[in-house]
Every structure is written in C-alpha cells, then in structure tokens.
C-alpha cells in the first residue's frame, strides 16, 4: 500500500514545485498539500471504501482550485495555469471516475461529476459522460431530458440534432415516458421559434424556407411541423389522459409563434374530452397566460374571455366539479393585482354563485368562501339567506353553522342571546361533535364579552362535554377566560374544582402554571403540585413537561438541587426511547442535570 501512495505523491512534486516557482503557494504551503494528500490517499486504499471518502478528496482538490483562481487574480497573471490547474482537474476526474465505477448506481455522483465538467468548460468531457450515465441509467427520463438540454444549449454544444436523438432514443426506451415527449414538444417548439427569428431577420419569405433554413435543421424542421407531429404522437400515445394533453397545450402558450397549434390542441380537447371538467378549466384559464406581461385593456379582454369560457363550460358540463373550478377562478380572478378594475367581474362572479345555488351544485366550501365574500362586502340580508340556503344543503357543515352564528351575534334584539344559544343547541344536533368546538368557542367568547348571565352555565356544559375534542379546550377556556376576569383567586378555584373532572389536557396544567408562575411571588407549593399531577398523567411520554418542571425549579424557584433531582426523575420516569430526546433537548436549551 505505501509504495502504490509513494509513487501517486511523487507524481505530484513536480505540479506543487511549479507552484511555489511561479509563487502560488510558499514552500510550506505545499507541504501541508501534499501531507493532506497523502492523508487521503491512503485512506482510498482501504479495502472498505465509502463514498464520503471519495467525496472529502474530491472537495479538497476543488477548494485548492479554488484558492489557485483567488491567488491568480492576486498575483495578476496565468503563468502555467494549464500545467497546474489542468493537473489538479484530472485528479478530480479521476477520482470521480473510480467513484462512480465503484457506485455507479448513484446518478447523483454522475450528476456531480458532469458539473464539474460543465464548470470547468469542458464540453466534450461533460458529453461523454452523459453518454455513459445513460448506458447504465437508461431508464431514468430525467436524465435523458438533462442531456439533451445539455446538447441544444448555448452553454453546452448548442447541436440541437444531438439533442433530438437523445430524446428520440429515451423515448424509444422509455416508450411510457410523459417526461421525455413533453420535452421533445417543447424541444421542437424552441427550434420553430430560433428557425422563425432567423427567417425575419434575414427577411426570408415563407415559401423559401425550406431552402434557406441552415444545414442539419432545413431538412427536419419546416417551421413547426415536427413540433405538430410529435404533439399528435404524444395524444396517440396517452389518448385517455387529459391532464397530459392539457400539458402540451400549456406549453404551446408560451409560443406565440405557434398560435396555429394552439388553436388546433383546443380544438381536439374539445372534441376528445367534451365532459371533462379539467380541460375546460385548463382551455379558460390559458386565457390568462401571460396576464402580467399585458397592456391595462389586454388584461381586461382576457379575464372576459377567461369567464366567457367558464360560462360555456358550467352549461357543457353541469356537474358540481365543474363549478366548483369556474367558481372558484372567479374568486382568485377578483383578488388579481394586474385587474385595477373589478366591480364587473364580481357582478360576474355573484351571478354565477347564485346560479349555482338554483342548480345545487354549489360545495360546502364554496358556501363559506361566498359568506366570506359577501359579508366583506356587508351584504348582510345576502349572507343570512346563503347561510340558510348552505345549511339546508350542508346540515352537518360546522363552518356553515359558525356563519349562522356570526350573523345572529350580529343582530340586536331582546331575544338576541336566547337566539344564539338556540341556534347553537340546533348546531350541536346536526354537527359531529368532534368537529363542534369551534361553535362552542364562538359562543362562550361572544357571550363573554357581552358579560351574559347564561355564560357560567354554558361554560359548565362545555366542560362536562363527553367529547375530548370539546371538553379538554374548554376548560382551558374557562380556566383563562376566569383568570381575565376574576383574577388569580377565581382560577385557583376554577382549576381546582375543573382538575376533578377527567380527562384533563397537559396544556391545562401548563396553563395553569403559567399563572401561577407570572405572579410577583409565585407560590411554588401550588405550582409544583400541579407539575406533579401533570406528571401523573403525561410523565410518561411528555420529556417536554419534565423540561419544563426543571426550568421552574432553576428559574422561578431557584433550587439546583431539586432540578438534578427531577432529572434523575425522568430519566427513571420516562420511556426509554425517549430518554435519549430529553438529553438532547438538555443540552440544547442548557440545562443542567
């Protein structure tokens, strides 16, 4: 082994005396290059290698790279920047070759290696490796799209032929493969577009194309033919895929040079999927393709054509899917910063709501975004007659419900608390419990601000819920709302006679010594007994609530010792797979044990 590393170091000397000739790097400098070097040299000897091995080589190599360009550019000249840096680059491509021979599973070291060709400009090298990725990688579509890319660039080999044969034969192996037909169209797009630039520049008529498009190109691409054709191959191929034809035609819009195409994709997806609610939402939201790059009446025309298209779509295909996509672009239509004038577009929108409602086909989510809508709008009779309408639809519609609530808090009147509890009561019977919290909190808030008389008595309901997803927020509800009010006297006795009634929530007992804690002289009798209830409980699977208990003793009450022993505590109380989370989160907050 020593002999096989003597030798690859020797073979170094004369790039690092080069160095230090032409003042690079001091002599000293390249001794500590070399004892690196031959650090990492012998650990790729190893029988046992690994990839980080490799890669911590690899890493070192380029940042001596580095620090040659910033001493070059200190120094002011490039005296034999080919023998040395040419020399380091090999290196790394070695090492990156025996890397990926040895891992050749990872197209991730493929990929680093073929930037650090890219990097260093060197087009052919990065060329060939793609060509060796692929043989083994074949059916990585990705791979396939990056190579050609990489081939019809200005940054890479600008041969857009090279690249079409990629994409063909990725294609050809991978004959399900969207990725890859997708890039062809759009591939074959750009050509069109650089073969239509030049034709205009030069002011070359269109029937003289064929003759005067450059060599390698003329004969393959007549403006955009290829690009028509692979779009007909690709809808062959994926015939009952819509969301994939609707991709193509996305593509197509960026071309403006391909308004012909576009025309005819719109017209086969009409014809192809007259009743799928996808493509129609797709055809009327291309109307607003490019929307920010539109003169003030461009973007005006295009948001009508945009609805006009939604109007066509809900009278082709009336389901409640289809409006619920029309519905909903309306509403994020209405809220574009490019439209400075909206009022007519929510007149549009309000009248196809309500022509939604008459048709049924109108979802609970819509309903709430349009009570949303029409309350900021302060169309309060519209809002009370939506929210009947919604809940007759959606009787189990907790949002809904949550609305009807808001619009009677609204009101006034003598019966106006009796009315709310009523409608709560009536809630409550139609909505799942589980999901019925969000009722209750709006109503004790409500009435709690009003200071009702009928609050303790719901407030005691809510606590004795039989659902935890209720009673457990309620009574921290209560034990806060109390503590606003009453002050301290009142939430002890609140907490005290609320802990009784189980189940009980963590957040309760961290609620509780949260106040206790706030006071000018917290009373850490009170506050350790309720951390040790807490830890009766939830000491078993909370390390949190025991980081929390440690804190207290060293921060409000001030005792080391009891905090170690709360440590050894948890440690001995807690799961032990969580024991190793309790230490860390120790270390990382600094507390001692």
Known sequence: MAEYVHQTLEEMIPELEEMNRIGLFSVKETKIILKNREKYEYTLRQLTKTKSMFL???????KVLELLKIRRKKLGHDAKKRDVEKSIADRIHKLYHLMTIRFSED?????????????????????????????????????????????????????????????????RVNPESQFIILEMFHMELKLAKQILKRKAVLGIASNQAQENVSSGEGDKIVELKVAEI??????????????????????????????????LIISDLKQLYPDTPLVWNGLALSCLHKLRKMQPGQRKDAVARCLDMYSVAVETV?????????????????????????????????????KAIQLGTLSEDLFVHLVKLLTDLSMTEDVERVVSLGIKQYPSSSQLWLAKLRVIASLE?????????????????????????????????????????????????????ITPEVCLPAKEWCLHWTFR?????????????????????????RLYVKIESSQIEPNLKLIRSAFEEALVEFGQNEPDLWLNYIEMEKVV???????????????????????????????MIGLGG
């Open 485 to 509: 009010q009453g002050g301290l006297k009142a939430a002890r006795n609140v907490y005290n006679s609320l802990r009784k009634m189980r189940p009980i929530s963590l957040n309760f007992y």
């Open 318 to 354: 009336q389901t409640k899917e289809m409006w619920s996509m029309c519905l909903q672009s309306h509403l994020a239509i209405l809220h574009l910063r490019e439209i400075k004038d909206s009022e007519w577009i929510l007149k549009t929108t309000l009248t196809m709501f309500e």
């Open 107 to 171: 197209v991730t070291l493929w990929e680093q290696h073929i930037q650090f060709s890219k990097d260093l400009n060197e087009k052919a090298y990065a060329t060939r490796l793609y060509t060796q990725v692929l043989k083994i990688h074949s059916h990585n579509e990705e791979m396939w799209v990056k190579a050609a890319q990489w081939e019809s660039s200005t940054e890479g080999n600008s041969n857009s032929e090279l690249a079409r044969e990629i994409l063909l034969k990725g294609q």
């Open 413 to 465: 009147g003598e019966n106006h608390e009796d009315n709310l509890e009523t409608t709560l009561n009536a809630a409550l019977r139609q909505v799942q419990s589980e999901e019925s919290w969000s009722l209750w909190q709006f109503v004790l808030s409500h009435m709690g601000a009003e200071k009702s008389q009928g609050l303790e008595k719901l407030m005691e309901r809510s606590c004795r819920s």
């Open 230 to 263: 692979v779009y007909r191959q690709g809808v062959e191929i994926f015939s009952d895929d819509p969301e994939f034809h609707l991709k193509m035609f996305n593509i197509c819009c960026w071309f403006k040079e391909a308004i012909t195409l576009q025309h």
């Open 557 to 587: 009450a001030n005792d080391g010792s009891r905090s170690g022993v709360i440590h050894q505590r948890a440690l001995n109380g807690l799961d032990p797979h969580l024991k190793e989370s309790l230490i860390r989160k120790q270390v």
């Open 56 to 62: 911590n080589y690899i890493e070192y190599e380029k």
